[in-house]
């Protein structure tokens, strides 16, 4: 059975950063691709960033291309989301989610590409 946990979520001032981390288990995770998406409230879920199955290859929304970094260690089953220069728009519910498709980075901003989510952790922004 496939889990994923997030953590690392909580209150930063605007400007400050923030590093969520998602733990892996019940598959073979470094075949498969990784992504990171936010819900704010009243809103759609969205894409913020993705990365292949090696890290050799990275995704960003625009919206946080330059202050959003997305890594993982295939070692420890883990992916991370570097968040900095954090701004009020950026308050959400962050989730993780894994692909449903080995070694693949197709549609990688479309959530039916993605066939496992976390629970997901809240990230809020002070102005």
């Known amino acids: 059975q496939v889990q994923l946990v997030e953590s690392g979520g909580g209150l930063v001032q605007a400007g400050g950063s923030q590093r969520l981390s998602c733990a892996a288990s019940?598959?073979?995770?470094?075949?498969?691709?990784m992504g990171w998406f936010r819900q704010a409230p009243g809103k759609e879920r969205e894409f913020v960033a993705a990365?292949?199955?090696?890290?050799?290859?990275?995704y960003y929304a625009d919206s946080v291309k330059g202050r959003f970094t997305i890594s993982r260690d295939n070692a420890k089953n883990r992916v991370y989301l570097q968040m900095n220069s954090l701004k009020p728009e950026d308050r959400a519910v962050y989730y993780c989610?894994?692909?449903?498709?080995?070694?693949?980075?197709?549609?990688?901003?479309?959530?039916?590409?993605?066939?496992?989510w976390g629970q997901g952790t809240q990230v809020t922004v002070s102005s």
């Open positions: 989610a894994m692909r449903n498709t080995r070694y693949s980075d197709r549609s990688y901003f479309n959530e039916g590409e993605y066939a496992y």
């Open positions: 990365i292949s199955w090696s890290g050799g290859t990275t």
């Open positions: 019940g598959r073979t995770f470094s075949t498969y691709g």
